[in-house]
């Protein structure tokens, strides 16, 4: 979900982009005025995250999957390093599988017994890890850290899903990553924050990910995908003018609030996770019997009330409540929640 | 430059797609509804180009940059396996650089003694190499294979800048790949098309850039970028409805022949590439001093005649005729050229 003023912006600009007589998708990404998007969207996300001015902000392709390769690519030098993986959810199962194939993965804590509906009580960090990864909000789980867990080791986390969504210390972390299509714009560009000195590309990087290259070219040591850097530039300056993160998160707070106090209320509706770790982006939740989910679904979707199925690798229900989802949402889907209960509840 | 025609269109559903209450960029890659632009791409790639059934399609992420990285990871499984390059100029010899991460790069022509004027005499490739990779049209200095050249071992094809252009027999490749930002639609996305036998990705292989597990998962292992893809179906339609490939290559063939018929006449300007081998997409050009040519740029400027001006690496002016750009435009171009040397003779 995408902001509406963002969305009509872009109309209006989409076949001339100021005055330039082609398209933001048509100028050369080596011209002076894509340059200028560029380097304002890093302005902008620098700004809003209080990065530090000495990180690395890149702009690259692939999505967090591909993140998930290029990180021990990045970190590590040698094939036999090792680096500890926090397995809370689907995620970061997924980014540590992909790591096996870079370096050697040592499993900080798993959280599969509780089948990811609680954050781990202790992390198992060997002091000699190049780095400890961490999903810092699992979206089929629905379980968020609520701060950077703490670690003597450098720190990378996979923020795809909460990036911008709550106020966070850029400095705890070692390397932030996140792909763009929750709270960044649409699908196809991903950001990487990071701190040069835990830089230490292998020979075998490619070029497209090679932290340092895309640093010396501004990310553009081959074409950026120029629409998403210029609709996220759009974003950012969308989050700005609302007030920030700080109000991104105070709104995401309040919308959490209204879903959770109403599933919890209720004997009908269940939700896994429980205590500080719940997410406040992504609310998986269960009803009694695969017919009532059918039919809520159906329902939801005629009132408007888009997205809910869950993934498909969890089933049920999922509220997901990116920043571009106003409070009335959230509001408009409390109430469809009491509405569903009570006549579902009658019958 | 995009077909005027696909932009209105895009703008046109930009907010709200198919009456779905949702943008394109916005609508679940997982739906039917993104799945049948994925599905209706890929049919319509396969009928311009005639694709071989067998062929696999995939759409996937990181340039043909990226690619120059996934192809040696996909087709050679051992690390010692040998690959020729054929380096006919900057994009060819990148290409080289790239894989040579991956595999043991053997060159099997080099034409940097006459600046990469001409095309290879003869070819030397080894019977033992995994494959043979050419750039089919090198954009800076204007080189096009007139047809595959004839080898005997598995053909690899960067056609990022020429697919489309003209007619190609895609059986004559192993694999194809293209960026889409010349002649498929905007930057950000990347085809590959690629006979399945050829394929033994080594296990270090990227996910995302796996060839066989993105073909199982319709190029969906990761969110593939939506927006690129819808753009790219646009596109095909588009060209399509004009007649397909035969219609653009008919059409590139007479917006060339309009700029080079200009060019070969004069004697004030020059253009590098002589014969069959010319480019019919790329055509470099250098006036007589550096003042000229900052003249010429900036009259062609104020004529609508926009992205003269030469690549970063070569310099001097460069025509690029791409399918979008109407006969008109060529016909701009050409009589700018008469007038701009004529006004420049007088002085």
Redesign the interface.
Same mark, same amino acid.
């Given at each position: 979900?995408?902001p509406?003023e963002v !969305?009509?912006t #872009?109309?209006r600009e989409?076949?001339e982009y100021a005055g330039l007589?082609?398209?933001v !998708?048509?100028i $050369?990404?080596?011209g002076e005025d894509f340059l200028y998007i560029r380097r304002e969207t890093e302005s902008l996300l620098r700004a809003l995250m209080e990065i530090p001015s000495h990180y690395w902000v890149l702009f690259l392709?692939? @999505? #967090?999957? @591909?993140q998930?390769?290029?990180v021990p690519m990045n970190l590590t030098a040698a094939a036999d390093a090792r680096a500890a993986y926090v397995i809370t959810g689907h995620w970061s199962r997924r980014a540590a599988a992909?790591a096996q194939?870079?370096c050697v993965v040592h499993v900080a804590a798993d959280t599969a017994a509780s089948r990811h509906t609680v954050l781990p009580h202790s992390l198992d960090i060997p002091a000699d890890v190049a780095y400890a990864h961490i999903a810092s909000n699992e979206t089929i789980h629905g379980v968020e850290f609520p701060a950077a867990p703490a670690v003597s080791v450098p720190l990378v986390a996979d923020m795809s899903s909460n990036i911008l969504s709550r106020q966070m210390r850029v400095a705890d972390y070692a390397l932030i990553y996140a $792909?763009a299509?929750k709270n960044l714009g &649409?699908? @196809?560009?991903t950001v990487v924050i990071v701190r040069p000195d835990a830089v230490c590309p292998r020979?075998?990087?490619? #070029?497209?990910w090679d932290y340092r290259r895309q640093q010396e070219e501004e990310s553009m040591?081959? +074409?950026? &995908? +120029?629409?998403?850097l210029y !609709?996220m530039g759009l974003y950012l300056k969308w989050v700005k003018r609302r007030g920030g993160v700080e109000a991104m998160e105070r709104q995401n707070r309040e919308k959490a609030a209204l879903i959770y106090d109403c599933l919890d209320k209720s004997d009908f509706y269940k939700t896994p996770v429980k205590g500080d770790c719940r997410s406040i982006i992504n609310i998986p939740f269960t009803l009694p019997t695969d017919t009532l989910t059918a039919s809520f679904l159906q329902g939801a979707e005629k009132q408007?009330l888009? @997205?809910l199925k869950g993934h498909?690798a969890l089933g049920g229900c999922r509220a997901s409540m990116y920043n571009a989802m106003p409070v009335a949402g959230a509001q408009a889907l409390a109430n469809y929640l009491s509405e569903f209960e009570r006549v579902a509840n009658r019958k």
């Open positions: 979900m995408l509406d !969305m009509q #872009a109309q989409l076949c007589r082609a398209s !998708m048509e $050369s990404h080596r392709s692939g @999505g #967090a999957t @591909g998930a390769a290029a992909e194939k870079y $792909s299509q &649409p699908s @196809g560009i020979a075998q990087t490619p #070029a497209v040591y081959n +074409t950026p &995908p +120029t629409f998403q !609709m408007g888009l @997205g498909r």
